[in-house]
C-alpha cells in the first residue's frame, strides 16, 4: 500500500458519511466482504460475538450497532492473509525489525505455532505438543514460582483469564502484569479508596437520565464512538456536555450519526459539547479544584442568605467521611494556583460550575487524559469529591464512569488478573480448589520489566497484546525482555514483541473472538464484561483460518496441564467444555451464582455495584473525601525546572493501541503519516520553525539517559502554549520506565517533559 503524506483540516461532523464511507471502503478493502459484512451484522447482537474493539456496553435498542473503528477491527482480526511457516522462511527476525509497526500486522494471521531459532535468525514450526513440552520445561526449571511473568491484554475472555490466574497461583506466583497498569490503574485505585470499588458506577441507560455530562481527558469520536450516541442523544434532550481536552477533538464538538437514516439525509450535525475547555496536560485536578472552589463560594453564600445550601449535605452527612479537611483544603489552594497549574482562567472555570450547579444529575466521564499522569489517583479522587458534594451517587443519571480501553480489561480483573492478590478471591479459589495461595503481592507491568532488566526472570507468557511497542522506554523494555530464557506470545497477528525475544521464545497462534470456538463437547461461546458491569455471552461466527490455531482458553489449558498435571485440576476437560469453567466461576467469585443460566439472558446481566447502592466498602464503610493538596509542580523530579514542553502521547484514528490500520487521522486533519507533532502556532513562531519541519524530540529527564525520536513534522494545531502531542506507540522510547503514576505504576504517557530541536534527517524507523 502507498500513502501520500498530507495535511488538510477536516471539517465534517465526527461520524456521518466521512465515517460510513471509511468503514465501507475498509470493509470492501478486505478480500473478504462478505464474510466481514456478516460478521458486522451480528456483532453485539444477542448470539454474535462481543465487539474486540473497545468496552463501551451495547444498546440494545439499535438495529445495526457498529462504529467505523469496531468495522476496522472485526475486519482486521477477519483477514484471510496468513502468515505462515513458509513466511518466516523467508524473513529473518533481523530483516522483520527494520519493518512498521503497520507492515507487521498487515501481513496477516498467524497460523502455525512457530520457535525461535538463534543460530539462524529464524522462527522455524514447531508441533502444539512440543511447544507445551519447551515450556514446561522452562518453568520447571525455575528455582522459584516468582521467576515467571505472565501478562494480559484486555481482550483475553473472562474463561481463559480465570484459568491463566488461576494457573499463576497454583503455580504459587501473583506476576501478573497487564495493560490495565497502563490503562486505567489510577481509576480503579482512585475509585476503591473513595467510594470502596475500583469500578464505573452508572449503567448505559443513565445516559438518558443526566441534566449534564462532564467529559474529561477522552477522545470518544475515535476510542469510543459508540459513546457519541449517547452524548447525541442526551444532548438532543438538552443534557448541557461538558468536554475538558487538551486538544479540540472534533468527535467531541459535533457528530452526525451513521445509524441515524435522517440524520445522513440532511447535512446537519449535533452539537455534542455545549462547553469546550482546554486545559494544561495534567491539570484537571487543579481544574476540578476551581469548579469545586466556586461552587464552595456560591454554596456559603446561600447560607450566609439563610437559604438552603448548594451542597448535598444530607448525603454527605449520611455518606461520607471527610469533608471537612477536603473543604479546608479547597479555601487553602489559591486561584492563582488553580489558573496557573490548569491554565484555564477563573471565568472559565466559574462557567462550568455553574453548569454543574443547574444540573440535577450529573455524570462525569474520564479515560486516559486523566490517568496516565503523576497525580492520577488525586485525579481521579477529585472528580469524585465533586460528585460527591452534590450526591451523585445511588441515583439514575448520576455517578462516576471511567471509560475502560479493552473490550474485556475490566473483565479480566474481576476474574483476578489483579497483581495485588485480592484477599476474598484468594480466600475463596484456596477453599474451592484446595491450595494455598502465595498471598504476596506480585510485580505489575513496570515492576515486571525492572526485575527482568535485573535478571531475575526466566519466563514471561503474554496472553495477547504487545508488550514491547505498548510499555514504555522502548530501549529498556526490549533489554528487559531480551533478559528472559524463554518469551511466550499468545498472539493473533504477528507484531514487534514477536520480535524482541528472550534466549528461547515462542509464538502461539490463536482464535480471535469473532471465529467460531470448536472443541470436544461442541461449539463454545465465552464471557466479557463491560464498562457498566454488564456481563454477556459472545460467540463467534467466522471460520478459524487454520486448524494449528487454537483457542486462547485451549492453549491456557495445554500450558497448566503440561506443568501441573491433572490435578487437583483435569485443565483438559476445561477446555473441551467452557461451561465447566464458569461453574468454577460461579463458585468463586462474587456475583457469579448460576452464571451459565445467566448467559442466556438477552443482553447479559448486571454485575452490581455496591456504591451505586452506597454501600462503601472503605475502611470507614463510607465514601472517603479525599483531601490532596495540587502537586506543586506537575514534574517535580526535573527540581523545580519547568521543561520548555510537555508532550502526550495519543491514539490516532486509524489505530487500535500498536495496532496500526492505516496512516491517516481524518478528525486530526492528518493522511499518510504518523511522525507528526502538534504543536500551538505561537510555540511554533517562537521555536523560528514553520509547519512541516521536521523536529527531535527529546524527553528532559535526571537518570542521564538520552531519550530522543527524530524526523517528527510539525503540525499547528489547537493546543493550549506549552503542550504537544504525538502519536503512540512511536513516542514510547520517550517515556521514562522510571516515570509512572503514585500508587498506581502507570506510566506517565501523557505528561513526558520535552525539547523540541529542529533536524533534518527522515523519521528514524523504529527498531528493537
Ligand atoms: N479505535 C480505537 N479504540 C480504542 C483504542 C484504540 O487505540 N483505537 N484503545 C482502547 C484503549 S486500550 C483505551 S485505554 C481507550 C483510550 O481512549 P482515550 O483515552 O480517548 O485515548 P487517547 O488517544 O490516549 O486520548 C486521550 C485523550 O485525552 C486528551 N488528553 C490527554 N491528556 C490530557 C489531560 O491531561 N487533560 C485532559 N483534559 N485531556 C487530556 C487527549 O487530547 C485525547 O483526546 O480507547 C480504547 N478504544
Ligand atoms: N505511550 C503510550 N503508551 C501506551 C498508551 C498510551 O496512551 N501512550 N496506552 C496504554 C494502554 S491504555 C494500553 S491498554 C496498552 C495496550 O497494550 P497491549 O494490550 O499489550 O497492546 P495491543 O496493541 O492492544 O495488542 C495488540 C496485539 O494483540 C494481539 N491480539 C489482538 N487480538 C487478540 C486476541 O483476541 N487474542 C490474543 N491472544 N491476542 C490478540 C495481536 O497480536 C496484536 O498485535 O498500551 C499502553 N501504552
Ligand atoms: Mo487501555
Given at each position: 500500500?502507498?500513502?501520500?503524506?498530507?495535511?488538510?483540516?477536516?471539517?465534517?461532523?465526527?461520524?456521518?458519511?466521512?465515517?460510513?464511507?471509511?468503514?465501507?471502503?475498509?470493509?470492501?478493502?478486505?478480500?473478504?466482504?462478505?464474510?466481514?459484512?456478516?460478521?458486522?451484522?451480528?456483532?453485539?447482537?444477542?448470539?454474535?460475538?462481543?465487539?474486540?474493539?473497545?468496552?463501551?456496553?451495547?444498546?440494545?435498542?439499535?438495529?445495526?450497532?457498529?462504529?467505523?473503528?469496531?468495522?476496522?477491527?472485526?475486519?482486521?482480526?477477519?483477514?484471510?492473509?496468513?502468515?505462515?511457516?513458509?513466511?518466516?522462511?523467508?524473513?529473518?527476525?533481523?530483516?522483520?525489525?527494520?519493518?512498521?509497526?503497520?507492515?507487521?500486522?498487515?501481513?496477516?494471521?498467524?497460523?502455525?505455532?512457530?520457535?525461535?531459532?538463534?543460530?539462524?535468525?529464524?522462527?522455524?514450526?514447531?508441533?502444539?505438543?512440543?511447544?507445551?513440552?519447551?515450556?514446561?520445561?522452562?518453568?520447571?526449571?525455575?528455582?522459584?514460582?516468582?521467576?515467571?511473568?505472565?501478562?494480559?491484554?484486555?481482550?483475553?475472555?473472562?474463561?481463559?483469564?480465570?484459568?491463566?490466574?488461576?494457573?499463576?497461583?497454583?503455580?504459587?506466583?501473583?506476576?501478573?502484569?497487564?495493560?490495565?497498569?497502563?490503562?486505567?490503574?489510577?481509576?480503579?485505585?482512585?475509585?476503591?479508596?473513595?467510594?470502596?470499588?475500583?469500578?464505573?458506577?452508572?449503567?448505559?441507560?443513565?445516559?438518558?437520565?443526566?441534566?449534564?455530562?462532564?467529559?474529561?481527558?477522552?477522545?470518544?469520536?475515535?476510542?469510543?464512538?459508540?459513546?457519541?450516541?449517547?452524548?447525541?442523544?442526551?444532548?438532543?434532550?438538552?443534557?448541557?456536555?461538558?468536554?475538558?481536552?487538551?486538544?479540540?477533538?472534533?468527535?467531541?464538538?459535533?457528530?452526525?450519526?451513521?445509524?441515524?437514516?435522517?440524520?445522513?439525509?440532511?447535512?446537519?450535525?449535533?452539537?455534542?459539547?455545549?462547553?469546550?475547555?482546554?486545559?494544561?496536560?495534567?491539570?484537571?485536578?487543579?481544574?476540578?479544584?476551581?469548579?469545586?472552589?466556586?461552587?464552595?463560594?456560591?454554596?456559603?453564600?446561600?447560607?450566609?442568605?439563610?437559604?438552603?445550601?448548594?451542597?448535598?449535605?444530607?448525603?454527605?452527612?449520611?455518606?461520607?467521611?471527610?469533608?471537612?479537611?477536603?473543604?479546608?483544603?479547597?479555601?487553602?489552594?489559591?486561584?492563582?494556583?488553580?489558573?496557573?497549574?490548569?491554565?484555564?482562567?477563573?471565568?472559565?472555570?466559574?462557567?462550568?460550575?455553574?453548569?454543574?450547579?443547574?444540573?440535577?444529575?450529573?455524570?462525569?466521564?474520564?479515560?486516559?487524559?486523566?490517568?496516565?499522569?503523576?497525580?492520577?489517583?488525586?485525579?481521579?479522587?477529585?472528580?469524585?469529591?465533586?460528585?460527591?458534594?452534590?450526591?451523585?451517587?445511588?441515583?439514575?443519571?448520576?455517578?462516576?464512569?471511567?471509560?475502560?480501553?479493552?473490550?474485556?480489561?475490566?473483565?479480566?480483573?474481576?476474574?483476578?488478573?489483579?497483581?495485588?492478590?485480592?484477599?476474598?478471591?484468594?480466600?475463596?479459589?484456596?477453599?474451592?480448589?484446595?491450595?494455598?495461595?502465595?498471598?504476596?503481592?506480585?510485580?505489575n507491568t513496570v515492576e515486571a520489566l525492572e526485575a527482568m532488566l535485573r535478571g531475575e526472570v526466566k519466563v514471561l507468557i503474554a496472553l495477547g497484546g504487545n508488550l514491547a511497542a505498548a510499555a514504555p522506554d522502548t530501549e529498556r523494555t526490549a533489554r528487559a525482555l531480551r533478559c528472559c530464557d524463554l518469551t511466550v506470545h499468545i498472539s493473533t497477528k504477528l507484531n514487534r514483541s514477536h520480535l524482541v525475544t528472550g534466549k528461547d521464545a515462542l509464538i502461539l497462534p490463536t482464535l480471535g473472538r469473532t471465529e467460531q470456538d470448536l472443541q470436544a463437547s461442541g461449539p463454545q461461546y465465552i464471557t466479557v464484561e463491560d464498562s457498566f458491569s454488564m456481563v454477556h455471552a459472545s460467540e463467534g461466527v467466522g471460520r478459524p483460518l487454520a486448524d494449528t490455531q487454537r483457542s486462547e482458553t485451549a492453549i491456557v489449558c495445554g500450558i497448566a496441564d503440561a506443568v501441573l498435571g491433572n490435578q487437583p485440576l483435569d485443565w483438559l476437560a476445561l477446555a473441551d467444555d467452557y461451561s465447566l469453567i464458569r461453574d468454577h466461576i460461579a463458585a468463586t467469585v462474587?456475583?457469579?451464582?448460576?452464571?451459565?443460566?445467566?448467559?442466556?439472558?438477552?443482553?447479559?446481566?448486571?454485575?452490581?455495584?455496591?456504591?451505586?447502592?452506597?454501600?462503601?466498602?472503605?475502611?470507614?464503610?463510607?465514601?472517603?473525601?479525599?483531601?490532596?493538596?495540587?502537586?506543586?509542580?506537575?514534574?517535580?523530579?526535573?527540581?523545580?525546572?519547568?521543561?520548555?514542553?510537555?508532550?502526550?502521547?495519543?491514539?490516532?484514528?486509524?489505530?487500535?493501541?500498536?495496532?496500526?490500520?492505516?496512516?491517516?487521522?481524518?478528525?486530526?486533519?492528518?493522511?499518510?503519516?504518523?511522525?507528526?507533532?502538534?504543536?500551538?502556532?505561537?510555540?511554533?513562531?517562537?521555536?523560528?520553525?514553520?509547519?512541516?519541519?521536521?523536529?527531535?524530540?527529546?524527553?528532559?529527564?535526571?537518570?542521564?539517559?538520552?531519550?530522543?525520536?527524530?524526523?517528527?513534522?510539525?503540525?499547528?494545531?489547537?493546543?493550549?502554549?506549552?503542550?504537544?502531542?504525538?502519536?503512540?506507540?512511536?513516542?514510547?522510547?520517550?517515556?521514562?520506565?522510571?516515570?509512572?503514576?503514585?500508587?498506581?505504576?502507570?506510566?506517565?504517557?501523557?505528561?513526558?517533559?520535552?525539547?523540541?530541536?529542529?533536524?533534518?534527517?527522515?523519521?528514524?524507523?523504529?527498531?528493537?
Amino acid at each position: 500500500m502507498k500513502f501520500k503524506p498530507a495535511i488538510k483540516p477536516y471539517t465534517g461532523p465526527a461520524g456521518g458519511w466521512g465515517s460510513l464511507e471509511a468503514t465501507t471502503r475498509f470493509v470492501l478493502d478486505s478480500k473478504q466482504t462478505l464474510k466481514n459484512l456478516r460478521n458486522l451484522m451480528r456483532v453485539n447482537k444477542a448470539r454474535g460475538f462481543d465487539c474486540p474493539g473497545c468496552a463501551w456496553g451495547d444498546d440494545n435498542h439499535s438495529t445495526f450497532s457498529f462504529c467505523e473503528n469496531g468495522a476496522k477491527a472485526v475486519s482486521w482480526e477477519a483477514t484471510r492473509n496468513a502468515v505462515e511457516p513458509e513466511f518466516f522462511a523467508a524473513h529473518s527476525v533481523g530483516t522483520l525489525q527494520q519493518q512498521s509497526d503497520y507492515f507487521l500486522e498487515y501481513q496477516g494471521r498467524l497460523t502455525h505455532p512457530m520457535r525461535y531459532n538463534a543460530e539462524t535468525d529464524h522462527y522455524e514450526p514447531i508441533d502444539w505438543p512440543d511447544a507445551l513440552a519447551l515450556i514446561a520445561k522452562h518453568i520447571k526449571a525455575m528455582d522459584n514460582p516468582n521467576q515467571i511473568e505472565l501478562y494480559t491484554s484486555g481482550r483475553a475472555s473472562n474463561e481463559a483469564s480465570y484459568l491463566y490466574q488461576l494457573f499463576g497461583r497454583m503455580l504459587g506466583t501473583s506476576n501478573f502484569p497487564d495493560c490495565s497498569n497502563m490503562c486505567h490503574e489510577a481509576s480503579g485505585v482512585g475509585l476503591k479508596q473513595s467510594i470502596g470499588v475500583g469500578k464505573g458506577t452508572i449503567r448505559m441507560d443513565d445516559f438518558e437520565k443526566a441534566d449534564a455530562i462532564f467529559v474529561f481527558g477522552q477522545n470518544p469520536g475515535t476510542n469510543h464512538p459508540r459513546m457519541l450516541h449517547s452524548l447525541k442523544n442526551a444532548a438532543k434532550r438538552g443534557a448541557r456536555i461538558v468536554s475538558f481536552n487538551t486538544l479540540r477533538e472534533r468527535g467531541l464538538e459535533r457528530f452526525a450519526d451513521p445509524q441515524d437514516p435522517l440524520q445522513m439525509l440532511t447535512p446537519k450535525s449535533s452539537p455534542i459539547s455545549s462547553s469546550y475547555f482546554q486545559p494544561n496536560l495534567g491539570g484537571d485536578m487543579a481544574a476540578v479544584r476551581g469548579i469545586v472552589k466556586a461552587l464552595q463560594e456560591s454554596h456559603r453564600q446561600r447560607l450566609a442568605a439563610g437559604e438552603a445550601g448548594l451542597f448535598d449535605l444530607a448525603f454527605i452527612e449520611r455518606h461520607s467521611v471527610g469533608v471537612e479537611a477536603y473543604l479546608a483544603r479547597v479555601d487553602a489552594t489559591s486561584w492563582a494556583q488553580i489558573t496557573e497549574q490548569s491554565g484555564l482562567s477563573e471565568a472559565q472555570l466559574r462557567q462550568a460550575a455553574a453548569i454543574y450547579q443547574g444540573a440535577e444529575r450529573v455524570i462525569c466521564t474520564w479515560a486516559m487524559g486523566v490517568t496516565q499522569h503523576k497525580h492520577s489517583v488525586a485525579t481521579v479522587r477529585e472528580i469524585t469529591n465533586l460528585q460527591l458534594l452534590f450526591g451523585q451517587l445511588g441515583k439514575p443519571g448520576a455517578g462516576l464512569c471511567p471509560v475502560r480501553g479493552h473490550s474485556n480489561v475490566q473483565g479480566n480483573r474481576t476474574m483476578g488478573i489483579d497483581e495485588k492478590s485480592p484477599k476474598a478471591l484468594l480466600d475463596s479459589l484456596e477453599r474451592h480448589f484446595g491450595f494455598t495461595a502465595n498471598r504476596a503481592h506480585g510485580h505489575n507491568t513496570v515492576e515486571a520489566l525492572e526485575a527482568m532488566l535485573r535478571g531475575e526472570v526466566k519466563v514471561l507468557i503474554a496472553l495477547g497484546g504487545n508488550l514491547a511497542a505498548a510499555a514504555p522506554d522502548t530501549e529498556r523494555t526490549a533489554r528487559a525482555l531480551r533478559c528472559c530464557d524463554l518469551t511466550v506470545h499468545i498472539s493473533t497477528k504477528l507484531n514487534r514483541s514477536h520480535l524482541v525475544t528472550g534466549k528461547d521464545a515462542l509464538i502461539l497462534p490463536t482464535l480471535g473472538r469473532t471465529e467460531q470456538d470448536l472443541q470436544a463437547s461442541g461449539p463454545q461461546y465465552i464471557t466479557v464484561e463491560d464498562s457498566f458491569s454488564m456481563v454477556h455471552a459472545s460467540e463467534g461466527v467466522g471460520r478459524p483460518l487454520a486448524d494449528t490455531q487454537r483457542s486462547e482458553t485451549a492453549i491456557v489449558c495445554g500450558i497448566a496441564d503440561a506443568v501441573l498435571g491433572n490435578q487437583p485440576l483435569d485443565w483438559l476437560a476445561l477446555a473441551d467444555d467452557y461451561s465447566l469453567i464458569r461453574d468454577h466461576i460461579a463458585a468463586t467469585v462474587a456475583g457469579f451464582a448460576d452464571f451459565n443460566r445467566r448467559c442466556d439472558q438477552p443482553g447479559g446481566f448486571y454485575l452490581g455495584n455496591a456504591a451505586a447502592e452506597l454501600r462503601f466498602a472503605t475502611p470507614s464503610g463510607k465514601a472517603e473525601f479525599s483531601a490532596a493538596e495540587l502537586p506543586v509542580s506537575l514534574f517535580p523530579q526535573l527540581n523545580g525546572q519547568k521543561a520548555p514542553f510537555t508532550l502526550q502521547t495519543l491514539r490516532s484514528h486509524d489505530q487500535y493501541n500498536t495496532t496500526i490500520y492505516g496512516l491517516d487521522d481524518r478528525y486530526r486533519g492528518v493522511y499518510g503519516q504518523r511522525e507528526v507533532l502538534f504543536i500551538h502556532p505561537e510555540d511554533l513562531a517562537a521555536l523560528g520553525m514553520r509547519d512541516g519541519e521536521r523536529v527531535e524530540i527529546e524527553t528532559l529527564w535526571n537518570d542521564g539517559v538520552v531519550r530522543k525520536v527524530s524526523g517528527f513534522k510539525l503540525v499547528s494545531y489547537d493546543i493550549p502554549r506549552g503542550n504537544l502531542a504525538a502519536y503512540y506507540p512511536e513516542t514510547n522510547p520517550l517515556v521514562p520506565l522510571a516515570s509512572f503514576g503514585d500508587g498506581t505504576g502507570t506510566p506517565t504517557s501523557k505528561s513526558i517533559p520535552v525539547a523540541v530541536r529542529r533536524c533534518a534527517a527522515p523519521p528514524s524507523l523504529r527498531i528493537a
